[in-house]
C-alpha cells in the first residue's frame, strides 16, 4: 500500500504561482511513476504531468508544459508540481498518483489506469 498527501493548494490570481506536493508513504520503495492529475467541476479528471520515480522521463499535457514544472525529493518521498503563469482555467482539484509497475511508454504515463494508488487532492483557485 502506498499513501498519497496532497498539500500546497490555494487561491491565487491569473499569472501568480503555486507549488503543490505530494508527499509518499509506504511501500514507496516499489513505485516506479508518479503523476498529477485535475479535475474542474463539471469536467472529467484529466492529465497534468508525470515523472518516473528514477527522474529518468517527465510528461506533461500541453495545456501546461512550459508553465508547469515536476521535481522530486527523494529524501522526504515528495514530488512537487510547480505552477507559473496560471490560469483561471487551471482552477480545479488536483491529484497526484503512484504506479507501483512499469509504464511502457512515456505517453501512457498519462493514462489514469496505469497508476495504482490516489491521493484525495487539493483545490487551486485562480482568479481573473
Known amino acids: 500500500q502506498v499513501q498519497l498527501v496532497e498539500s500546497g493548494g490555494g487561491w491565487v490570481q491569473a499569472g501568480g504561482s503555486l507549488r503543490l506536493s505530494c508527499a509518499a508513504s509506504g511501500r514507496t520503495f516499489s513505485t516506479y511513476a508518479m503523476g498529477w492529475f485535475r479535475q474542474a467541476p463539471g469536467k472529467e479528471r484529466e492529465f497534468v504531468g508525470a515523472t518516473s520515480w528514477s527522474g529518468g522521463s517527465t510528461y506533461y499535457a500541453d495545456s501546461v508544459a512550459g508553465r508547469f514544472t515536476i521535481s522530486r525529493e527523494y529524501a522526504k518521498n515528495t514530488v512537487y508540481l510547480q505552477m507559473n503563469s496560471l490560469k483561471s482555467e487551471d482552477t480545479a482539484v488536483y491529484y497526484c498518483?503512484?504506479?507501483?509497475?512499469?509504464?511502457?511508454?512515456?505517453?501512457?504515463?498519462?493514462?489514469?489506469?496505469?497508476?495504482?494508488?490516489w491521493g484525495q487532492g487539493t483545490q487551486v483557485t485562480v482568479s481573473s
Open positions: 498518483a503512484a504506479a507501483q509497475h512499469r509504464i511502457a511508454t512515456v505517453g501512457a504515463m498519462g493514462v489514469m489506469g496505469v497508476y495504482d494508488y
